[in-house]
């Protein structure tokens, strides 16, 4: 046999290495059945052989070619040096043979977490639809409509009356008396007659009412009258059922009266303070006309206590007031003469002066006596004798 031996020195190996090495690693090398053998490999591992070394160069025997195809990349016809940054063409047809056709039916999707996407319409297409139906714009106030219910909520019902919108029928106006639930009086899919009572361009909304035109009328002048009744009864307490009597006490100031007369009025009404009397002007001056109101303060009612307003009086009694003083509308009045005023006022005076208490005579002997019955107090250490 013979065997091809190159002796190479480490030096030059070692720029072979680099030289091959880099070679391969960046660049696809050419189609070649050149074999190369180092120190100490057999000529089976070379690819030479006693054989093909004795042919001429170009033998197509299949002892001297190879039986690859060109440009294989195996290590036999590459040579012994493979790197791992040996990268096939981009245009391998080997390479697509591995493709899983899982990959390629997704045709260009990142993942299969987003394939699903694919199918789904671009968003451009998802605009919404234009609304049909009648512009609310063109909606006339006051008109009588009908409609089908579409849906109910606790504060209405939203119906179409063939409009861009549907319109809002309040629960306040399903009917003129009241309504608890929506439901007691219409349902989903009813026909209604619904009234237009509102149109709101600007925020799109559009009000109903079930409830006639002469039928809101009479509920709207009802309320006004019920209105007005309530506060007509709140001004009545507010100024407990006092007059305009400024031009009457005006008068009467101006003229004088006597205040120590006692002159017959009328109880109006009563409160937790007082009572309030209309009195005729001219019984004070003969000078004067009219009435007017003044106020009986619960202490001025008689001398002694009084508990309640209506143990003493009641509306529409007969009462003797006098008239104490007037202060712009406000008029003070008293059901106490002069003189029970007086008494009155010495017994409060008297009660509120400083009181006597009068103890035993002997206080300080008995005070003695108690300090010596009383024990004495040391505070001394505590002594216990434990030798028994």
Known sequence: KLTSIMFISKETLALWCLSVGSAAAFS??????????????????????????????????????????AGCLCPSCRGTTALFA????????????????????????????????????????????????VDITELEVGST??????????????????ATTDGLLH?????????????????????????????????????????????????????????EARQAARDRRQNNN?????????????????TSAMVEGTVVSTVDFGCFVRVDASKLNSECEGEFDGLVHISALRSGRVGSVTDVV????????????????????????????????????????????EGAKDWKEILVKFDENMPSFQNLAVIEDRRK
């Open 28 to 69: 696809t090398p050419a189609a070649s059945t050149t074999r190369v053998a180092f120190v100490g490999r057999t000529a089976a591992a070379t690819g030479f052989t006693a054989a093909n070394s004795q042919h001429a160069t170009g033998c197509s025997c299949p002892a001297c070619a190879s039986t690859h195809a």
């Open 86 to 133: 040996d990268a096939a063409p981009e245009d391998s047809e080997a390479v697509d043979e591995d493709v899983p056709s899982e990959v390629l039916a997704m045709d260009g999707v990142e993942s299969a977490d987003e394939a699903h996407n694919v199918e789904r319409p671009a968003r451009q297409q998802l605009k919404k639809k234009k609304p049909t139906g």
């Open 145 to 162: 409509v009908p409609g089908t219910v579409k849906s109910l909520a606790s504060y209405g019902a939203f119906v179409d009356i063939g």
């Open 171 to 227: 629960i306040s106006q399903l009917s003129t008396e009241f309504v608890g639930d929506v439901s007691d009086v219409v349902k989903e899919g009813q026909e209604v007659q619904v009234r237009i009572v509102n149109v709101d361009t600007t925020k799109g909304q559009v009000g109903l009412s079930m409830i006639t035109a002469e039928e809101a009328a009479a509920s709207q002048a009802a309320a006004a009258e019920a209105r």
């Open 242 to 258: 006092r007059r305009d009597d400024s031009g009457v006490l005006g008068a009467l100031k101006s003229k004088g009266w006597d």
């Open 314 to 357: 009641s509306v529409d009694d007969k009462v003797q007031v006098r008239v104490k003083s007037i202060d712009g509308t406000k008029v003070s009045l008293t059901m106490l003469t002069e003189d029970d005023e007086n008494a009155k006022a010495e017994a409060a005076a008297s009660s509120g002066g400083p009181v006597e208490i």
